[in-house]
């Protein structure tokens, strides 16, 4: 029996195919990396940095691009850029920029070469290569010179069109600001490289060129002072300190407005239909046809218009406001009847959500950018989302009031910021009044304050008495000079002088301690110090009548009203009611004379950390400041006559007494009790002084005092300080006599005897 043959099962072998089994993201970076290294090796080549290989790459990258070999190796890196970073860059825009660089070497070989031969030109790498060829040569026979142009800038706009997916308006825009872009650059190389040209920078060069600068500069000021000693008013008194040199003004540093936050949000003033038809069919349901007109959505609130039936009293609107607020179910609303310049009447209703005002939008606005005055600041937005901005300069005084936490202290932030984007700290002065001690700290260290924030109530009276005889100095000066105001001064004078903004923030705390003097420097400053650049900004959380005032309002006409408790005290403020509707937050009303209603503005939003950035940067960029301390310093008050009266230890009601005295003709206790309100011990103490100071003789039992000076002599008061400006152009008034020192003297022996009894 045959054996069974034995079968082995054969090895099978599967052989797969090879493949590249990659990663998507592993695909993507080997693709980036060719297109960044043959974009490199293109650029390196154009350059020569690259040796024969390099020189043969380039020379082939020519003969295909012509001219636009760099580009062709730059628009591969952004390639390769955009295939790494734009994960949703689509097949479409790779196809627009192949357009885009093809359309643009076809241009640029019909503007090169549109009247040689163009195949010659490609075959020596000039123009557009043969790329460039490929579409100029046929459009330019069948076409023309003309019509090939045309048609390859059309390519060239719908190529963009392609890669940024817009509108052609966008594109054009997108051109202009490249082409802006480009130009700024060239010219700034430019004006680069001529400048290095003609500057010399040998030291023994630069040492001869300031010599000779010293030279003329000390030669001016001889001539100048030559001419000017021999005109120069005896009543401009000049001390030894106050001959200082000439200094050369700083350059103003423009404070970028990225240090500022900005915060995105938008406004939602609930359903606009419904809200409309309620407030038709509310004035429909108490007899009132009303015509609806347009709405404006603004930062707070929504002001809905409507032009009421004919032979309708506005009087009869205004009072359904109440009404209409429960219809809305909205509080408060403000009717405003009617809108100035328009036939409407006006419904702000609050928004649902209010919009957050940017104080760097407001800067950045063409309002603001648009200013005729460095003193112009903004405020806020309106009910139309219109900015809004003032001068300061023109007003030239403003007064902010409302109630607590209502944003008087942004508001007053708002202004000196805007003050200090315009102005630098040779332009402007500040002197800052925080009784509150929280506010206004953080600006101290900035080369603008003449002295560090004032918080002491005495010290406060010392400067507003040292900006008033600051005032008469200027005025001194204005007139001598024969010039109306401090622009035309400014305009023709060697040194300039600086604005002065007085800004107090709490007018309720001095008034409450010093009443009668910050009253008096307030009132005056007010009057006079409009034509000299000194300008008042003053605030206060209690606008009652005491703090106030009648004088007060009648001189500071520009107001500010934000949030308060009741109509009174929107009266108090405004001269007419509003301000209690008002939402708080910065919602205020703005008054002006040529503002025949307030104006509701939504004040912008400045928080602490924007304070800081701007006072850090001012800080940073500018010399450490040059305080004088006699702005805060006890103040003299020297009256004709050669009287010298201590402004602090005197009695506030002194210059009372002495206008009294001398409209009566006679002194006497019993007169100015009465003329006065003070009691007898008060009236008493005001005779001796004035008896110390030579104006009134002494007593002669129950006869009334005798008057040894005549109204004449006391005219006007006048502050011995030191000016802001150098007035070394000024000629020295003749030394006075010992009288002062001698009248100094009898008060220092009255004191001391009197500390003796």
Request: with cysteine; net charge neutral; proline share 4%.
């Amino acid at each position: 029996m045959p054996r069974k043959r034995k079968y082995r099962r054969r090895k099978t072998y599967n052989y797969e195919p090879f493949e590249l089994n990659l990663h998507p993201e592993a695909k993507k970076a080997i693709f980036v990396i060719v297109l960044l290294a043959i974009g490199a090796l293109g650029v390196l080549s154009f350059f020569g940095f690259v040796g024969q290989a390099g020189r043969i790459l380039d020379n082939a990258l020519a003969v295909v691009f012509g001219s636009l070999r760099l580009v062709f190796s730059v628009s591969l890196i952004v390639l390769a850029g955009m295939a790494y970073l734009g994960k949703g860059v689509k097949f479409m825009t790779y196809i627009g920029l192949l357009l885009f660089f093809c359309s643009l070497n076809g241009f640029v070989h019909l503007l090169t070469y549109h009247d040689t031969d163009l195949i010659a030109a490609s075959q020596l790498g000039q123009g557009g290569g043969y790329v460039g060829l490929f579409l100029s040569f046929p459009l330019l026979q069948f076409t023309g010179f003309s019509g090939a142009v045309l048609i390859t800038l059309a390519l060239l706009l719908i190529s963009l069109v392609i890669i940024f997916n817009t509108s052609i308006k966008t594109v054009f825009a997108i051109i202009k600001f490249i082409g802006i872009f480009i130009y700024k650059l060239f010219k700034n190389l430019y004006e680069l490289i001529a400048s290095s040209k003609n500057k010399d920078f040998s030291p023994f060069a630069r040492r001869e060129y300031d010599e000779d600068e010293d030279e003329d500069n000390e030669n001016e000021d001889e001539k100048t002072g030559e001419k000017t000693r021999t005109s120069v008013p005896g009543n401009i008194e000049k001390k030894e300190q106050a001959i200082l040199p000439l200094k050369r003004k700083r350059a103003r540093i423009d404070i970028p407005l990225t240090l500022l936050s900005k915060r995105i949000s938008k406004a939602s003033p609930g359903d606009l239909k419904n809200n409309i038809a309620v407030i038709q069919k509310t004035f429909i349901n108490f007899g009132i046809d009303v015509e609806m007109g347009p709405y404006n959505i603004g930062p707070t609130v929504t002001q809905y218009t409507f032009k009421p039936a004919e032979g309708i009293r506005l009087s009869k609107i205004s009072s359904l406001s109440n009404n209409l607020a429960l219809a809305l179910a909205a509080h408060p609303i403000r009717i405003e009847a009617p809108i100035p310049g328009k036939s409407l009447v006006g419904i702000e209703v609050p928004n649902q959500e209010k919009a957050i005002v940017n104080l760097r939008d407001l800067l950045a606005s063409k309002e603001f950018k648009n200013r005729k005055s460095n003193l112009a600041f903004t405020l806020g937005k309106d009910v139309a989302g219109d900015v809004w901005t003032a001068d300061l300069g023109k007003m030239p005084h403003l007064l902010v009031a409302g109630a607590t936490g209502s944003g008087k202290s942004v508001c007053l932030n708002t202004i000196i910021l805007s003050l200090l984007f315009s102005n630098g700290p040779d332009d402007l002065k500040l002197i800052l009044v925080d009784p509150k001690r929280v506010e206004f700290p953080i600006y101290n260290g900035i080369p603008h304050l003449l002295t560090p924030v004032i918080t002491d109530v005495k010290k406060t009276v010392n400067s507003l008495k040292w900006a008033i005889g600051e005032m008469e100095r200027r005025l001194d000066v204005l007139s001598h000079a024969n010039k109306r105001d401090i622009n035309s001064y400014n305009a023709s004078a060697r040194e300039t002088m600086p604005y002065i903004v007085i800004v107090i923030d709490e007018l309720a705390d001095l008034m409450s301690t010093s009443g009668v003097e910050i009253e008096a420097c307030i009132i005056r400053l007010a009057q006079l110090a409009r034509a000299v650049g000194i300008h008042l900004v003053v605030a206060t959380q209690r606008p009652s009548v005491d703090v106030i005032t009648g004088l007060i309002k009648a001189n500071i006409i520009n107001r500010v009203a934000f949030s308060v408790g009741s109509a009174v005290d929107s009266r108090t403020i405004l001269d007419t009611g509003g301000a209690e509707k008002l939402l708080g937050q910065g919602d205020m009303l703005f008054i002006t004379p040529e503002l025949s209603k307030p104006k509701r503005l939504q004040g912008a939003f400045v928080t602490e950390g924007d304070v800081t950035n701007v006072v850090k940067f001012i800080k940073q960029n500018y010399s450490a400041p040059e305080y004088q301390n006699d702005v805060v310093e006890k103040q003299k008050v020297k009256m004709a006559g050669g009287i010298i009266i201590d402004a602090e230890d005197g009695d506030p009601l002194l210059e009372d007494a002495i206008d009294t005295i001398m409209s009566a003709g006679k002194a006497s206790a019993s007169l100015l009790q009465r003329r006065l309100s003070v009691g007898y011990a008060r009236a008493a103490r005001l005779l001796d002084i004035l008896e110390e100071q030579g104006v009134i003789g002494p007593a002669d039992g129950a006869k009334p005092r005798e008057l040894l000076m005549r109204k004449e002599d006391l005219t006007h008061m006048e502050m011995a300080t030191e000016p802001l400006h150098d007035q070394n152009a000024y000629k020295e008034a003749p030394e006075e006599n010992n009288e002062d020192e001698n009248t100094e003297n009898i008060i220092d022996e009255y004191d001391i005897e009197e500390e003796e009894e």
